[in-house]
């Protein structure tokens, strides 16, 4: 058997490859297998959050500094292979955020699209627009991009949600651009539910365009309406191998993913269920809403129980058991892969 050993370069190589780089050039050869590989091999690692950790470290920088001081406190989800980076997986940003009684995070605005997951929510509320929504747990918020929001909370307990931006995509394509408003709040210009009776009951108004372009103009799906829907489903049909019972959220407008960049939908898995193993090229952040998962990931396996956040990055092999009667959320960047047609998957 013949053995290669790695080496560098020859002398020669490095002397013309030492020659070239002033004048700003590289020989791709040297480069070529990490440009163009085989397959993905994510920079990234599956990891899982905890909820009462990550509650109780936010209630302290409750205490250290206000919403006002902090534009939004946030506990940003690092993920582990690249600290500092502010990304749970390769393209989304993702962190817990904390209002506390009375406290507003002032009007602004950016590129990114948002969207929010409510772990407590206590009737705390998100405007979008100059319209307010009130959020509750497992509820699904969206701020479009470029539209103004602001969040706050009136009554006398905390609002708890995790955040997840397409930042890195828009930054990755330098075209972030952001502004602040000089009202702190937006004025209310429409009732809340406005939005939802516009557009979400199954109708839409003659010669109205979508207020948000490509992004729906439904900015809360309510925990319960989907829930109660994925119940249904999840009574009525067989169960997917590898999905589980999944429903997608869209769109009303096109039936496409709620966001440009960003795909998100809800899963149930009965106690006892075990999903046969997939890898799919989209990096997913999972909120955990109900009960308990066993989670395999490449080399990695936790357990995640309720507000639990996990990360599977592209291209990993995983599988998941419920340990309980379970119900998550996920959401990823297959929105975008799917427009830039890149996204695959494989099933075993
Ligand atoms: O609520 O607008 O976690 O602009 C990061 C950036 C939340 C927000 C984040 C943001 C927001």
Redesign the pocket.
């Known amino acids: 058997m013949q053995t290669t050993i790695a080496a560098g370069p020859s002398k020669e190589r490095q002397a013309f490859y030492d020659k070239i780089a002033p004048k700003h050039l590289s020989p791709l050869w040297e480069a070529l297998k990490g440009l163009v590989p085989v397959e993905p091999r994510s920079k990234f690692t599956p990891h899982v959050w905890r909820f009462d950790e990550c509650r109780a470290l936010l209630m302290e920088a409750g205490a250290l500094l206000t919403a006002e001081e902090a534009e ?1 406190r ?1 506990l940003v989800f690092e993920n582990p292979s690249m600290p500092g980076g502010s990304r749970i997986t390769a393209t989304m940003y993702s ?1 817990m ?1 904390l209002i506390l009684p009375g406290e507003i ?1 002032a009007a ?1 605005r ?1 590129t990114a699209s ?1 969207l929010r997951l409510v772990l407590e929510g206590n009737m705390g509320y998100t405007a979008v627009a100059g319209e307010r929504t009130l959020m509750e747990r497992g509820d699904f918020v969206i ?1 479009p991009n470029w539209a103004w ?1 602001d ?1 706050g909370q009136e009554n006398d307990k905390p609002v708890i949600w995790i ?1 997840g ?1 397409d930042l890195h995509i828009i930054n990755f394509f330098e075209t972030a651009f952001s502004e602040h408003s000089n009202d702190k709040m937006q004025l209310q210009a429409r009732q809340i539910g406005e939005s939802q009776a516009r557009w979400g009951s199954n109708m839409r108004p003659f010669n109205t365009p979508s207020p948000f372009g490509a992004t729906t103009p439904i900015f809360n799906y309510k925990y319960k309406a989907s829930r109660e829907a994925l119940m249904a489903v999840a009574a009525s049909e067989s169960i997917d191998p590898h999905l589980g019972y999944a429903l997608r959220y869209v769109n009303p407008l096109d039936g496409g993913w709620p966001m440009p960049l960003i795909a998100a939908w809800l899963t149930h898995l009965p106690k006892g269920f075990e999903s046969r193993e997939l890898r799919c090229t989209d990096g997913q952040t999972i909120v955990m809403l109900e009960g308990e998962l066993h989670v395999e990931a490449g080399d990695k396996s936790f357990t995640a129980g309720e507000g639990d956040v996990v990360a599977l990055p592209s291209w990993v092999w995983r599988k998941v058991r419920a340990s309980k009667d379970a119900v998550f959320f996920t959401f990823s960047d297959r929105s975008a892969q799917e427009k830039l047609a890149i996204y695959r998957e494989e099933r075993r």
């Open positions: 939004r946030v962190g955020q995070a602004h950016h948002a701020t929001h969040h955040d931006l």
